[in-house]
């Protein structure tokens, strides 16, 4: 019999094999059960079998032994570049450090094609690290010229394939930005046409990508946030995602400087805007909805969008969506999403799960099984999917394994309680895509990581060094981001 450690990454095990584990969320014609000492049974890229020991014949048994197996997590917001919002952290605000453009920055690119492709590729072992099966990437254009390029999303596509990842892909466009003018004040600036020749190019590489690699590639339409995008713009996508029948990512009712400057152009919010321009729809899914007023969310509700919620990056800026069960029991579809790094899907369901108490004031409101069903369900059905995000016969063969026998997480209850409660996406031992072994404790196919770390850090440093061209004022680098203490720094002892 083949052992687990001889299995090749990126590719499946031959035939049809099971996977056993001391625990294994599946989903049946009852609904969603926790199977004790149960297996599934994977043939080619579907689940054959979910339940008690399958009777028939199988190539290989591979017992996981002291283990969670979930579907694997579907991420609606997933980091695909090195994460600028952790400088963030402890130095606000935001448009005093480089997060706004001053009017007297010339966009560029800081990054070069090689390093925009190697991001990704970077940002995509992350989510297969932390049990993530399904992501449509995010990526920040706070860096960028204006929008993100075909080229690096065919590179993006390229490396989803080798490595095992299945995603939603589509370069992010916009009609405009906001800049801060002499006085600091900011300001919107708007270039339609080149918002238009923006969306064309996304349009043509999402009807040219969708269903590639095996159906492991589909596309999207990522028009940037609502306030850098036009009325022109939005009709455009909405009716080529239409066509295409793809989803839509838009972030909006995020923010207070979104809130302020759609208030300024259209006089609303932005959920009432896209209401009132009968924009809103299914195929929508719309990060944060940390600001969403009950109209905005009753105007959700009644056209199905589905929130992203990424509770970690709004806890770490003080926000917190209000709340997760307040817009459960409104009827409004939620998926969720990481937006930060770590792209950790089980420290931002943990973090979800515990602001989400704070915000209801009750210690009963929602529950860890209400989090992994956001994380598994709630994303797939967002993408009209429902042979992700579960496990059961005929669903695609998507799953994380995750250590119960972790050294600190003792004493363990429930595991899927344990699991939110005492750990983090560290504990995922192995995610498999498409019946394929894409990470087996901490390797990633497609990837040397170790190599990978050291680049990142490098080409992350160098982007932060820029950052005084690019900030109000042009301070230095170590006034814009300082130590979170008084640095003393010792010379290199001589050789």
């Not at 498409?434 to 190599?451: E, K, Q």
């Amino acid at each position: 019999m083949m052992r687990w450690q001889d299995l090749a990454l990126g590719q499946r095990p031959p035939g049809r094999w099971a996977l056993a584990a001391d625990w294994i969320v599946a989903d049946l014609p009852g609904g969603r059960q926790l199977l004790q000492g149960g297996e599934l049974v994977i043939e080619r890229d579907r689940v054959i079998h979910a339940g008690g020991r399958f009777p028939g014949e199988v190539s290989a048994r591979f017992d996981m032994g002291c283990a969670l197996v979930t579907p694997g997590f579907v991420d609606l917001d997933a980091l695909a570049d090195l994460d600028t919002t952790v400088l963030g952290l402890d130095n606000q605000p935001g448009w005093a450090k480089g997060r706004v453009w001053p009017h007297d920055y010339a966009g560029r690119e800081m990054y070069t094609p090689d390093e925009l492709a190697f991001q990704k590729r970077f940002a995509f072992a992350q989510l297969l690290l932390n049990g993530i099966t399904s992501a449509l990437p995010i990526a920040s254009l706070f860096y960028r010229a204006w929008g993100e390029t075909v080229p690096e999303f065919e590179a993006a596509a390229a490396a989803a394939a080798e490595m095992g990842l299945r995603v939603w892909l589509g370069p992010a466009y916009r009609s405009g930005g906001v800049r801060l003018d002499a006085s600091g004040a900011m300001q919107p600036v708007f270039d339609a046409p080149r918002g238009i020749r923006g969306f064309e190019a996304a349009a043509g590489f999402a009807a040219r990508i969708d269903g590639s690699a095996g159906g492991l590639i589909s596309g999207m339409f990522a028009p940037d946030r609502v306030e850098t995008c036009t009325e022109a713009l939005l009709r455009a996508t909405f009716d080529a995602a239409r066509d295409l029948d793809l989803p839509v990512r838009l972030h909006m009712a995020q923010g207070e400087m979104e809130l302020q400057t759609m208030r300024r152009l259209h006089g609303t919010t932005a959920p009432l805007w896209l209401d009132r321009l009968g924009l809103l729809s299914d195929r929508l899914i719309a990060p944060h909805a940390t600001v969403a007023t009950a109209e905005d969310l009753a105007a959700y509700a009644a056209n199905g969008v589905t929130v992203a919620h990424c509770p970690l990056v709004s806890a770490r800026h003080g926000a917190a969506l209000r709340s997760f069960s307040d817009l459960r029991a409104r009827g409004v579809r939620i998926g969720m999403g990481t937006d930060t790094a770590p792209a950790d899907m089980v420290l931002n369901m943990a973090t979800g799960l515990m602001a989400n108490r704070i915000v209801s004031g009750r210690g009963d409101a929602a529950s860890a099984a209400d989090f992994l069903d956001a994380a598994t369900i709630g994303g797939a059905d967002a993408l009209k999917r429902p042979d992700l995000g579960r496990l059961g016969p005929g669903t695609k063969a998507d799953l994380a394994v995750f250590d119960m026998a972790d050294a600190h997480m003792v004493p363990r209850i429930d595991p899927v309680q344990t699991l939110l409660l005492g750990a983090t996406g560290r504990v995922t031992r192995a995610t498999v895509v498409d019946g394929r072994l894409s990470m087996r404790d901490g390797a990633v196919a497609g990837i040397d990581l170790p190599v990978a770390r050291a680049q990142a850090q490098v080409q992350f440093d160098r982007l932060v060094a820029c950052y005084p061209e690019r900030t109000f004022g042009h301070p230095p680098v170590d006034r814009i981001f300082p130590p979170a203490y008084p640095l003393t720094r010792f010379p290199e002892p001589s050789p």
